[in-house]
Structure formats: C-alpha cells, structure tokens
C-alpha cells in the first residue's frame, strides 16, 4: 500500500469505525430484546482496530525500508511520523486490542456497552494523531479529543456517585489545562507567526518573555494530564473509578501521551534556553517521592496503583529531563524503555486488579472498592491471576529479572553518563524511591499468598477466557522484556533519537 | 571430554529449569515435586563439581546484550567456583533435607521453585563478570529470600521478616547500583576483570564513591554492621532455608563482593580500615547478641553476622585467602548447624533453647552432628573452624593492620566458644524439660546430615587445590599459594594460634566456671541488656519506618478530594513555576 | 494593530481568564464552575483571534478560535451531562459534597 494513502487511513479509519461501531450497536441493542445474544459493536471494535494496526504496519514499513521520518501535509497542517509516532501508535495499539478483549467480560453485561467501544477506539486514534502532529495546534486538537473521550470513559458508570465524581473531577482539571495549553500556543505563535514545531525551532534565536511564559503555560497545562505533583489531584480518583480496562489504558498510555505531547511542544521552543530539562527534574523528584508516600499507606488496590503511577511518571520525567537539559541521550533511551515497559506493567497490573473487582463486586452488582483486605489468599482461588498481579507488581518495585528493573536501569545509568554530581545524587534517591516502593508493592504479594483466604475470595467467580488472553500476554511481556530487553532497542532507539534531535543543542 | 561452557550454562540453567518444573508440576503432586527438585538440584551440584577441574581464568562465555547493559560475561576463576560449588552442593542438601522437613507443608510449590530459582542466581552472582549482570543476581538472590522468608504468609512475622530483608538489602544494593552506574558512565563497559586491573582509569573521588558504595552494599547483605537487624528476623524462614540462604551461600555474597574488588579498592583512603572496623563491630556486637538470646535459630543468626563479621575484617585486613577459607568453612559448617537445628527444631515443635534441654539422650543423632558444629564454630583444632579463623587472626597482624582491632577479634573468639557452649549446654544437656512429645529424625535430614558433618571435620585438607585454584586464577589480588604443611606449619607454630586457642578456652571455662564468676556477671548485666535490645538498632529501624510512614499518612490529609482546592494547586504550581523560570532567567 | 488596541485585547484576555480562574476557585455549584471554565475559554478564543491578526494571518487565528469553540462545546455538553447525572444520583450540585474520594 502507498505510503500515504496508509497514513491517511491511520488517521482517520479509527474515527469513521467509531461512528460505524456506536450506531451499529445502538440499532442492535435497540431492536434486539434477546439477552443474550453479544454486542456486535465488540466485534467490531476489535477489528477497527486490527485493521489500524495494518495500516500502521504498512506506515511502519515504510519507513524502516527508506530509513526517514514520514512527512505528510493535509492542507497547511504537517505531520510527521518518526520513531515517538512509532512508538505511541505502536503501544496504544497494542494495549487498546489488548483491553478491548479484556472488557468483552468486564462490561460486557453494562448498558451502553457500544459507547464504551466507540469511545476508546476514538481515543486511540486520538492518540495515533497525537503521535505525528507536527502543528502546536493541531497537537492540541487531539489532545482533546483524546480527554473528552476519556472523560466520558471514567464516567463510563452513570449511575455511580463515585464515577461521576471522577469524571466531573477530571473534566474541570482538564480543561483547565487545556485552555492554560491553548493560551501557551497563542503566545508562542504571537511571538513567532507560526505553530510548525520544525520552524519554530528555526525561528527562534533567544528566549523572550512570551516564549518562557507560553511555555510554562504549556508545561502546567500538559501537566494536569501527566499528573506532575500537584497538579495530579484527578488522577487517583479518575484511575481508580474507570472500569479498570480503561483505568489500565489511562495509566499504561494517557498519561505518557501528554508527556509526548509537552516534549513535541517544549521542542519547538527548546532553544529558548535549557532550563525546561531542569524543571521536568524538579517535577520528576516531586513526583516519585510524593507518589510513593501517597501509595504507602493506600487501603484501595486501584488508587494504590493509581498513586504509583505519579512515581513511575517522575521516572520519566527524570529521563527526559535529563534528555533536554544534559544531552543525555541515553537517558531518553531508557525514559522511553521505561514509557514502554510501564505501560505494559501498569496495565497488567490494573487488569489484574479488575478481575479481582469484577469477580468480587461488579458482577454481583456491588460497586464496593477493591481494598487490600479483599486480596487475603487470593492465590488459593484465582492462581494465575495472583501470580499475574505479583510479577506486575514486582516489576513495577524495580526488582529483576522483570521488565521494570530493565527499564530503571536503562534510565538511571543514563543519568548516571552525565557525569553530573546532582544526577548521581538523583541515581541514588531515584532507587531508594524505588526500594521505598517495595513497602507497598511487597505486602500486596504476601497478602495474595497467604494459606487462609478471605470470605470474598472464596465466594468469588471464575475468571472468565476474554480476561485471561490479555494477561496471558502482558505477564509474558513483562518476564520476556527482563530477560531479553535488547529486542525492543529498534523501537526505543529511534524514538530517543527523535526526541534528541530536537533538543540537541 | 568436559568443557567449561556447557557446564557454566547448565549449573545456572538446570535448577532455574528445575524451578519452573516444579512450579508446573503443582502442589498436587507432591512426591513428584520432591523428587524433581532433589534431582534438579543435585544435576547442578555434579555439574558445578565437574567444574572445578575444568577451571581456567579469562571470559568463557559472553553475550551481547547491546549498549546499556554490556556484554553479559561469565569467568570460572577460583572465587566464583568455589562459591558455585558451594551454592549447589550444600543446596542440593538442603533439598534432600526438605523433603523430610518440608513434607506436607502446603504451597511446596513456591517453596521448591524459589530455592530452585535461588540456586541458579547465586551461582550466576558469583560467577559472571559484568557488574550489572552481578547486580541483576545480586537482587535475584535478595527477592528469592524475600520470598522464602515470608513462606508462611499467614505469620505477620515472617511477613514482616521477609520485607525487612527484602527493604535492608535493596537499601545496600543501591551502593552496587551506583557503583555500576558509575562504571559504565567512565568507561561505558562493565566489565569487572577490566576495572580492578585498571582501577586508575576513574577519578579518585569517583573510585572512592564506589568503594564505600560497594562497602554499604557488602554490608547489607552480609548482615554487617550497621545493617545486621535484617537476619536475626529472616529466622522465621523454615529452617532449610536458614541454613542455605542465609548462613552458607547469600549472606556470604556481601564478603565475595568485597574480596573481588578488594584489589581495585585497597588504595581508596581508608577504605581497608573501614571494612575492619566494619567486620570488627558486626563480629563483636553479633557475639554479645548471640550470649543473651534464647531463640535457637537466633543464636545461631547472630553467629552468622559474626563470623561474617570476621570474613569481613579478613578481606579487610588483606587477607583474602584467609576469609574465603574461613567462608568455605564457615559454610559447611554453619549449614550444618542450622540443618541440625533444624531437625531438632522439627521434633520438638519450638525454638526457644529455655524449653528445650536433655535432648542429647533422645536425639543422638542431632546431638552428634550439632557437636561438630559447634566445635567448629567455636574453632577448636582439628575442625576446620580452626584453621580457617587461625588465618584470619593471623592475616589481621599482617600488612601492618591495627593492632587493637586484632585484639578485639580475639576476644570474639573467647566469646564465640561461651555462646557455642551455652547453646550447646541450653539444648542438648542439662534438664529435661516436661511434657515434651519428640518426633524422631527422618532418613533424608540424616542422609543430608552426615556429609556436613564429615565436612566440618575434613574440609581443611582441601587447602592446597583451594588456595592453588585461587592463585591461579586470580593474577590481580596476588594470592599465594600454600598447602598442607605449609598450612600446619603456619598454623601451628605461630604464636597467635596459642594465644586464640588459650582465649577460647578461656571462653568454655568461663561458662563451667559461671557460679564462680558472678561478680563479673553482674558488671557484664548492663552490656547484656543493650545486647538484647539489639544496641539500639531495632529502634533506629523502627524509627525510620514510622517517619515513613507517618509522612505517608500526613501527606494524604492534602489529599481533600475537594475541586475548589485542585484547581488552586493548579494555580499555585503555575505561580511557582512563572518564578522559577523567572529567577532562572 | 496598534499598541493600545493590543493591551486593551490582552488586558481583556488576562480579566477573562482571571475572572474565570476565580469563579473556579471559590464557587461551589456544580454549574457556575462549569460557567467559570466557559469564561476561561472565552478568554482563550479571544486571544487566537487576536494574534492571528496582530501575526497577519487573520483567518488562520479565526480558524483556530472556531476549533476551540467546537471543542469547548464538546466539554460544555460532557460537563453538562455530568451535572444533570450528578444530580440525578447525588441529589445536589454543591461540589463540597461531591468530594467523597479523597486521600
């Protein structure tokens, strides 16, 4: 297939199958009384997908065969498609197939299951959009209609006062940051006359007052979605209230989208001095110890997660930081890897938790929270989801040989290359953080283990086939990337290396 | 004929393939999970013993794993091997051991794989050559005995126990970590032969962050000071796992760190004092512990620390040759005395040593082999107990080492023969307790008994291939190469050896000679009670982790789940970032 | 454009995001928050417009400002909808009591 037309369809075939997928399943759900027969719109939504996915390898091959970025224009928007667009495209997707099987069961008995279909296959087009934008505005664009749709997923339960708080939490949080982002723009294109981030990067030669107050605009505005501390007051509530399919999609990619996302933008202005590298540091201390606190004491298994989380993005922002300000490519790498490897980790995680909630609570109908209590010998009744849960979670404490020490110590030893006494200091508090993450992470996995299980447990219902693929594939992801992390170096490598050209002075 | 690299892959591969084996076995085939990991374990221990006489120095085996994680290398040179042979074979012990200790127990599953899968990383700990690889075993090694320690997860103790180690050595590993990090940020490789034959090549400051780093890393998982709390609390893991994990083969990897390294870091400032000091105040410390406390597995943990302690003070004191004999040493026979603990503990159902008494008459067995034991780690000649801490002592009056520290030393070793025969006294002579029920020992504890023993009576006259391999093998620490008479020789007619062997006597007479000595006993009171508060260091734990938490706690109360006030953190963090990047410009 | 024209626009932007930003900050019914955000908005749109003509390309600052509308509709019905469900299930609109997740 031609190169563009591929990367046309990428674009806009997820957001045509949304509008096929919420209208087939809205005639279906109508018209047919029959209970028990399956939404069409799963189906549907499961091939919408894979079918972006061929678009996308069609892209993909493209342009390893050339080795060059893709750059294609509708009208005066440019986008571009180098190794991040490779790497978001590639993961949202992953993950969005992936959590699509996992809610056949998990709401698959809801009213409205097809809105929840429609509305996450649009933000994973929202996000492959997100990925190659090249415009300050057009980033923007799909950055919101990324938020919306999630939004209205987290209050994907109307009936619950708690969802809903969630959803109206985040709508407000949100939205504020994005008018903050959209006044960033407005003053960088007042200062400059264009939104194209390659010329902008051009354009400027010194930093002017606009600029730094635009891109600190910008830097709080992304922010709210990255969940920098503390700005991340909606995160917990909106991670823990979602159905936990999309709780693992919010953790494993939105947040990192806006970390993309504020990266693409802070590129455009990079050479208005170095200091933007600095800040992400700063937030990225704030983040992993405030993070690791807030999830110590945590009793709600998905706001626990949902806490860690805010101290996995403080690793990131750690790796980035060091990107930009320190021409740390290497540390970009592994910020990256570790964007990767969370994404699977955290999602694995969540999912795991969701099993739990679904089999206990939800499909009795009850909309009780998941707390630590509930988990007591889980591993006696539901063995492969416990043992699931406890690889995931001991990645996510950094503990070999799983993909999160892999990813950690790509990241640290990149810091640590700089040379740089402050980043050598920041090495050793970024592992403590992560031992201090042991201190939760570690009692959850004994829970599990205990002989005497919980009344919960044991009343408990099977686990269901849909629930297992995804599992099945991320725990294997996740021991597979520790043993052998060197098999996705052609992925993190461009993508650090596209971030760097940016930034590199 | 045999070659090294097959031999090198099947002793770390076997038992991890034996892991998952018995994993996917399950737990309802319990006597099938007995044999295979009896088997498994014991394929490893042959093939790390085919080793030894297919040894050569350099890389036998690399793996390029691309740009951050370098070349995963693996040497066979004599302080790996050694180590290696040591991880499997009282491994495959322990294993046979289990199978009478362990019968019944639910979840042996777990308990198989995760010894299974411990094996293997400590023999890949000891045997590769790049420092991340090193690392990434190095924390295997720690989340196996996490795991174990925590195998009964319904006791909140062992819970506690296993987290505690799981906690204190992470905090350790960090030192290893930097010191990696380090590495590869000045050369960009991580290979360890490399770096102590050309320490030169990094800054002074630098080598000397990762000397002590590598220092703090040591001494958390050795249990030395002042990270020892960690292994009198492990105790709660069944006692197999004691006697392999935590007295013969991991707790051992903190002195192997420091003794490979030792050459690269001998000339770091004060870096060779520390590490006595380091070993010296473990020893000591671990020894007044062990002369107050009743739990039997306890007494025995802080004998750990404290011949650990004195392995550390042996590196220290230049000596390597001398603390890796004594670790060797060390291994059989603590192994032993734990796996003998172990029985009696299994047929009399408690650990406390002021319940137990008498037990000779109705344990033979036990009592025989425990005797060994502890004339070994009493160092009473002809044990290898002996001949090994003879070494040391001497080594510390070598190289012109503090002479108060050696003084010191020698007193722990007074001490280490009144706690031995306090410990002995407590369990298998003086009263008979009432109303005990005595289980009798079974055939496979025995059949994993007698070895050790005979090893803690025979070991010793391995030193010449011992010390000949290391010399071979290792042309940067300069070991020298002695055999059995050179060692009897040294041994025997130095006068340090007197002067130990009449300081330890010293120590078993002061303990028939007790009702005489009560004065002193009185003066000693106050040293006994801060030894049983653990000198305070309980405390400091405690103390950090109730800050932490309690921070945790606090910092929640910010979290009001109010919109009015999320908005306005939004607002503050604008305001403060406007002014950084103001100031900053 | 000249310079007063310019301050006054830009004196205005800064009065609507201020108002806006305030209204977020201390009112507590549900709708006048949502209100508040629209003013944000408001001064959002005012802004593109704006540089769009100071920069000379006034009809890309106009395309902009209609995109932001499109989209602040958007998050208006989705807040909206949120609002009437929250009062269905909640009873009230007082967001001081829709604060059960905290911690």
Redesign the interface.
């Given at each position: 297939m031609d190169v563009n037309t591929a990367f046309s369809w990428l674009l806009i075939f997820p957001m045509i199958s949304s509008a096929v997928i919420y209208l087939v399943g809205r005639t279906f759900s109508r018209s047919v009384k029959i209970e028990n027969r399956t939404n069409p719109a799963r189906w549907l939504a499961l091939l919408a997908l894979l079918v972006t996915g061929v678009f996308l390898y069609f892209v993909i091959k493209n342009v390893f065969s050339t080795g060059q970025t893709h750059y294609q224009n509708f009208g005066e928007v440019w986008f571009r498609f180098d190794g991040i667009s490779l790497l978001l495209s590639l993961l949202v997707l992953v993950l969005g197939i992936l959590v699509t099987i996992y809610s056949f069961t998990y709401v698959g008995k809801e009213p409205g299951e097809e809105k929840f279909y429609a509305l996450l296959v649009i933000m994973i087009g929202a996000i492959n959009g997100l990925g190659c934008a090249l415009d300050l505005f057009n980033l923007w664009v799909w950055f919101e209609v990324m938020t919306i749709s999630s939004i209205v997923l987290v209050a994907f339960y109307k009936d619950q006062a708690a969802s809903l708080e969630a959803g109206v939490k985040y709508l407000i949080q949100s939205a504020t940051g994005s008018v903050m982002v959209v006044l960033g723009i407005a003053l960088i294109f007042l200062e400059t006359g264009t939104l194209n981030i390659e010329t902008l990067r051009m354009s400027i030669s010194s930093p002017t007052p606009f600029l730094i107050i635009g891109g600190a605009l910008m830097v709080i505005g992304f922010g709210v979605k990255i969940a920098m501390v503390p700005l991340h007051t909606w995160l917990p509530d909106a991670h823990s209230q979602a159905p936990s399919g999309i709780s693992a999609m919010l953790s494993g990619v939105v947040i990192e989208v806006g970390l993309i996302a504020l990266l693409r933008a802070l590129g455009g202005i990079a050479l208005s001095g170095g200091r933007w590298g600095y800040l992400l540091i700063g937030f990225g201390v704030l983040n992993m110890i405030v993070g690791n606190l807030l999830a110590l004491r945590q009793k709600e298994v998905k706001r626990m997660l949902a806490y860690s989380s805010l101290s996995h993005v403080g690793y990131m922002l750690l790796g980035f930081g060091v990107l930009i300000s320190l021409n740390g490519l290497m540390a970009g790498v592994g910020a990256i890897f570790h964007l990767i490897t969370h994404g699977l980790m955290k999602s694995l995680a969540f999912l795991a938790a969701g099993v739990f909630l679904y089999n206990f609570h939800i499909s009795k109908g009850s909309h009780k929270p998941l707390i630590l209590d509930d988990l007591n010998g889980a591993s006696r009744k539901y063995p492969f989801t416990a043992f699931a849960f406890s690889i995931a979670l001991l990645s996510l404490g950094g503990l070999p040989p799983l993909a999160g020490f892999m990813s950690k110590w790509q990241l640290l030893a990149g810091v640590a290359q700089t040379q740089n006494t402050i980043m050598i200091v920041l090495v050793v508090f970024a592992g403590l953080m992560s031992v201090l993450s042991l201190g939760y992470y570690a009692p959850l996995v004994n829970r599990m283990y205990r002989k005497e299980p919980a009344a919960i447990v044991m009343e408990g219902e099977p686990v269901s086939i849909w629930m297992y693929i995804p599992m099945v594939i991320l725990t294997l992801a996740v021991v597979v990337l520790g043993f052998v992390p060197s098999i996705l170096y052609w992925l993190t490598g461009p993508a650090g290396y596209s971030l760097f050209i940016f930034f590199g002075q | 004929m045999l070659q090294i690299e097959p031999l090198v892959i099947i002793t770390i591969l076997v038992p991890w393939i034996g892991a998952l084996v018995v994993w996917l076995i399950g737990d309802r085939h319990e006597k099938i999970q007995h044999v295979c990991a009896v088997v498994f374990s014991t394929t490893a221990a042959i093939s790390s013993i085919a080793m030894l006489w297919v040894y050569r120095s350099g890389t036998v085996l690399s793996f390029s794993m691309g740009s951050s994680y370098g070349n995963f290398s693996f040497v066979t040179d004599g302080l790996g091997l050694f180590l290696a042979t040591v991880a499997t074979v009282i491994g495959a012990l322990t294993i046979i051991f289990s199978v009478d200790y362990m019968r019944g127990s639910a979840q042996l599953g777990r308990y198989y794989s995760f010894v299974l899968f411990f094996i293997g990383a400590m023999v890949g700990l000891v045997l590769t050559s790049n420092l991340l690889l090193m690392f990434i075993f190095w924390e295997i090694t720690a989340l196996c005995s996490y795991a174990l320690i925590s195998f009964y997860n319904d006791d909140p103790k062992a819970v506690s126990g296993g987290i505690k180690a799981l906690i204190i050595t992470q905090v350790g590993g960090l030192g290893l970590l930097l010191a990696a990090a380090l590495m590869y940020a000045y050369t960009g490789s991580f290979d360890i032969n490399i770096f102590i034959s050309n320490p030169s090549l990094f800054p002074s400051n630098i080598l000397g962050v990762m000397a002590f780093g590598m220092l703090i890393a040591a001494a958390a998982k050795s249990a030395q000071f002042p990270f020892q709390t960690w292994l009198p609390d492990a105790m709660e893991a069944p006692s197999p796992i004691s006697a392999l994990i935590h007295a013969a083969t991991m707790v051992n990897a903190g002195v192997y760190l420091l003794a490979r390294f030792y050459p690269a870091f001998k000339d770091v400032p004060g870096w060779t004092l520390s590490v006595m000091i380091v070993g010296m105040l473990s020893a000591l410390m671990a020894a007044l512990m062990a002369l107050v406390a009743n739990d039997l597995k306890r007494v025995l943990a802080y004998s750990t620390v404290s011949q650990l302690g004195y392995m550390v003070y042996a590196v220290g004191a230049g000596g390597i040759l001398a603390s890796q004999f004594h670790l060797f040493s060390h291994s059989v026979f603590k192994a032993l005395l734990f796996l003998a603990a172990g029985a009696v503990i299994h047929s009399v159902g408690t650990r406390d040593m002021r319940e137990m008494g008498g037990l000779g008459k109705e344990l033979p067995f036990a009592r025989t082999v425990f005797i060994i034991g502890s004339l070994a780690l009493a160092g009473i000649p002809i044990l290898n107990g002996f001949w090994s801490k003879e070494l040391i002592l001497e080594a510390g009056l070598e190289h012109g080492n503090p002479i108060w520290i050696y003084v010191v030393m020698l007193i722990v070793a007074g001490l280490t023969a009144l706690y031995t025969i306090r410990c002995v006294w407590m369990v298998f002579y003086g009263e008979k307790k009432q109303g005990q029920h005595i289980h009798p020992i079974g055939r496979n504890m025995k059949i994993a008994l007698t070895p050790l023993a005979i090893g803690a009576l025979t070991t010793w006259i391995l030193i010449g291939p011992f010390s000949k391999m290391m010399s071979l093998s290792l042309p940067v620490h300069f070991i020298q190469e002695i055999d059995l008479g050179q060692l009897f020789n040294h041994v025997v007619f130095a006068p340090a050896t007197w002067i130990a062997l009449a300081v330890i006597a010293l120590g078993i007479m002061t303990w028939f000679g007790k009702p005489a000595l009560s004065g002193i006993q009185e003066i000693l009171k106050p040293i006994a009670g801060i030894a049983q508060e653990s000198f305070g260091f309980e405390r400091i734990n405690k103390f950090i982790v109730d800050a932490t938490q309690g921070m945790g706690e606090n910092l929640r109360t910010t979290q009001t789940g109010k919109l009015n006030w999320n908005v306005f953190y939004i607002l503050v963090a604008l305001v403060v970032v406007f002014a950084v990047l103001m100031i900053g410009a | 454009m000249n310079i007063s024209t310019s301050m006054i626009v830009l004196t205005a932007?800064m009065g609507l995001?201020g108002i806006?930003?305030y209204c977020?900050?201390?009112?507590?019914n549900?709708i006048r928050?949502?209100v508040g955000?629209q003013i944000?908005?408001k001064?959002?749109m005012l802004?593109?417009v704006?540089?769009?003509q100071?920069?000379?390309?006034p009809s890309?600052g106009q395309s902009?400002a209609l995109?932001?509308i499109v989209?602040d509709t958007?998050?208006a019905v989705?807040?909206l909808a949120?609002?009437v469900?929250?009062k269905r299930?909640?009873g009230t609109l007082d967001?001081?009591d829709?604060?059960?997740?905290?911690?």
């Open positions: - | - | 932007v995001f806006g930003l977020l900050l201390i009112t507590r549900l928050v949502l955000l944000m908005v001064g959002a802004v593109l704006f540089v769009g100071s920069q000379g390309q890309l902009m995109t932001v989209a958007i998050v989705v807040g949120l609002a469900q929250v299930s909640i967001i001081a829709i604060s059960k997740l905290k911690r």
